[in-house]
């Protein structure tokens, strides 16, 4: 299935455009112009995509809507990868894990541009004074990154007693699991 996936810069552009706008629908005269590409490939690229399952498609007004398939199996997987590649977060993460031990990390809040009590969770030993005045230095933001870090036993307790922080940043599929070396301690 991958192998099929990222096989064009076109089809990159439209998983791109698709995955990180997952309520919009778009034509193909409309797709040629947004991304500068010619309209055969496009037209080749959104009959790949849908014979994969990705995107769906239906008829407005005479004109042939395509839109992306939320309960496609990988949906939030490949989503979680665009976002990592457009945003360098992958970076950001190499550089956090390097201030201590990092069992887990999840980018939420300013990073999925969705509301959040914190930023960044962080379960391990981590130097949050060094943590602070990395996050000050390296990200611009209006508001501070707020992050919460919590040792690995306090994390496995509140998973345990199902703790509404934790579970609602478990569950939310926008957020990105960074670093999860907890995976078997943490229901599916």
Known sequence: ???????????????????????????IRELTRKLDEQINSI????????????????TKSRKKYYFINKQ????????????????????LVKKITKFGDV??????????????????????????QKLQEFLNAEIETEKPIRFSILTKDDFLYRIKCKDQFIHSILTDSDNIIAVNKLEKFIPA
Do not use: C, W
């Open 1 to 27: 299935m991958l192998k099929r996936l990222f096989t064009s810069n076109t089809r990159i552009k439209l998983l791109t455009l698709f995955l990180l706008n997952p309520e919009e629908e778009y034509y």
């Open 72 to 91: 496609f199996v990988a949906f939030q997987d490949l989503k979680n990868i665009i976002v990592k590649a457009m945003s360098g977060k992958d970076d």
């Open 43 to 58: 037209r080749r690229e959104l009959t790949n995509l849908r014979k994969l399952g990705l995107l769906k498609t239906k």
């Open 103 to 128: 069992d887990f990390l999840a980018l939420l809040g300013v990073f999925v541009d969705k509301p959040s009590p914190v930023d960044l969770l962080l379960v391990g030993t981590v130097d949050k």
